[in-house]
């Protein structure tokens, strides 16, 4: 049974910075990856890594955020600088394993405000 678990998020200062990690277990993953989603916006991909260490940003957090994954640990973290207000959303971790199969954390919240 594959299981996530979330931690980090929290209420941030703009340009503050935040750091999100995900462990995942119960199979063997292929990509890990983190997206967010705003109140009354879909959800978007943020940033995902890959087992042989490819990594892909969305355009908006490149240069202020990194991706790291360990796949040892079967974690994926990411830290997060410069924060803006639009940052603000629900943080989720997601992981593909070897069949394909995607897999989501339960979100986290990441708050931006002064």
């Known amino acids: 049974q594959v299981q996530l678990v979330e931690s980090g998020g929290g209420l941030v200062h703009p340009g503050g910075s935040l750091r999100l990690s995900c462990a995942a277990s119960?199979?063997?993953?292929?990509?890990y990856g983190w997206y967010r989603q705003a109140p009354g916006k879909q959800r978007e991909l943020v940033a995902l890594?890959?087992?042989?260490?490819?990594?892909n940003y969305a355009d908006s957090v490149k240069g202020r955020f990194t991706i790291s994954g360990d796949n040892a640990k079967n974690t994926v973290s990411l830290q997060m600088n410069s924060l803006k207000p639009e940052d603000t959303a629900v943080y989720y971790c997601?992981?593909?394993?070897?069949?394909?199969?995607?897999?989501w954390g339960q979100g986290t919240q990441v708050t931006v405000s002064s």
């Open positions: 890594v890959t087992r042989g260490g490819d990594t």
């Open positions: 997601n992981v593909k394993n070897w069949r394909g199969t995607a897999y």
């Open positions: 119960g199979s063997i993953f292929t990509t």
